[in-house]
């Protein structure tokens, strides 16, 4: 018996046919869909939890910055003039509101002036 050499001997699977364009694009749809089900449930829970924050650091801000407002509005804003992120506007009893505050793309709890809370960085 005489052994063939591997580079000479023809590959098999070149002589099947590969899977065709319909097979691809399903299977790129498929992909697609598994990926957003993936990734939809963490976007739509970090925006839950960011909306959260902003609307309990803009009632701390609208607290202390303008006594008369009858409540406070946040909205994300990508082109603000503070860049990108959560703002902040305190409403009248008309329904007018007035900006107070950019409270950025993760809000956190304002330091407000006159805070009397001891600064730990110096203790």
């Known amino acids: 018996m005489t052994e063939r050499h591997p580079e000479l001997e ?3 699977f070149d002589e099947t046919p590969g899977p065709g364009e319909r097979r691809r694009r399903v299977l790129r749809v498929v992909v697609l869909v598994a990926l957003g089900a993936l990734v939809l449930p963490l976007v739509l829970s970090a925006f839950g939890v ?3 924050a902003a609307d309990r650091a803009c009632a701390v801000i609208v ?7 009858a409540g406070f509005r946040t909205s994300f804003d990508l082109f603000a003039p503070g860049g990108p992120g959560w703002e902040c506007a ?4 008309h329904g007018t509101s007035r900006m107070l505050a950019n409270l950025g793309l993760f ?17």
């Not at 607290?63 to 407002?69: K, P």
């Not at 305190?90 to 009893?93: G, I, K, M, R």
């Not at 809000?107 to 960085?121: I, Q, S, T, W, Y």
Request: no cysteine.
């Open 50 to 52: 960011a909306k959260a």
């Open 107 to 123: 809000p956190a709890m304002p330091h407000l002036p006159g805070d009397d809370e001891p600064d730990e960085r110096h203790a």
């Open 63 to 69: 607290a202390a910055y303008d006594t008369d407002a």
């Open 90 to 93: 305190a409403v009248s009893e």
């Open 10 to 12: 023809p590959d098999p």
